[in-house]
C-alpha cells in the first residue's frame, strides 16, 4: 500500500491547513490510520489517529481541540483539519496505516512520505 499524504504549506500564525492521505489500495479502509509530525531535531510523534470506521478517534493532548482527523473510505483518503496554527506546529507530517488493532500504542505497518507544514509568527 503506498500513501501519499498532501495539503502541507507555508501558513501564518492563526491561520488553517488540512492534510490529506490517500492510499493506493482499497484495503486502506480497512486500517487504522494515524498522523505523525517530526520537528527539526525532535523525534516523530502521533498527533492523531482514526480507526478504520472512523468510530473513535485518538488525538494528542497538545493538539486536542485545534485539530480533527476524518476519513472518506470511498476516496480511500483520511484528513486532518488543523486549525489555529502555531509556529511551534511547524513540522513534517506523515500519514500511516495499521493493518491490524487499534492503540495506543499504534504499530504502523505503512508510511508516507510527508508533507512540510511551517507556520509563521
Known amino acids: 500500500v503506498q500513501l501519499q499524504a498532501s495539503g502541507g504549506g507555508l501558513v501564518q500564525a492563526g491561520g488553517s491547513l488540512r492534510l490529506s492521505c490517500t492510499a493506493s489500495?482499497?484495503?486502506?479502509?480497512?486500517?487504522?490510520v494515524g498522523w505523525f509530525r517530526q520537528a527539526p531535531g525532535k523525534e516523530r510523534d502521533l498527533v492523531a489517529a482514526i480507526r478504520w470506521d472512523a468510530e473513535i478517534a485518538y488525538y494528542a493532548d497538545s493538539v486536542k481541540s485545534q485539530f480533527s482527523i476524518s476519513r472518506n473510505n470511498a476516496k480511500n483518503t483520511v484528513y486532518m483539519q488543523m486549525n489555529n496554527l502555531k509556529p511551534e506546529d511547524t513540522a513534517v507530517y506523515y500519514c500511516a496505516a495499521q493493518i491490524r488493532g487499534w492503540g495506543p500504542p499504534f504499530g504502523m505497518d505503512y508510511w508516507g512520505k510527508g508533507t512540510q507544514v511551517t507556520v509563521s509568527s
Open positions: 489500495e482499497r484495503t486502506f479502509s480497512t486500517y487504522a
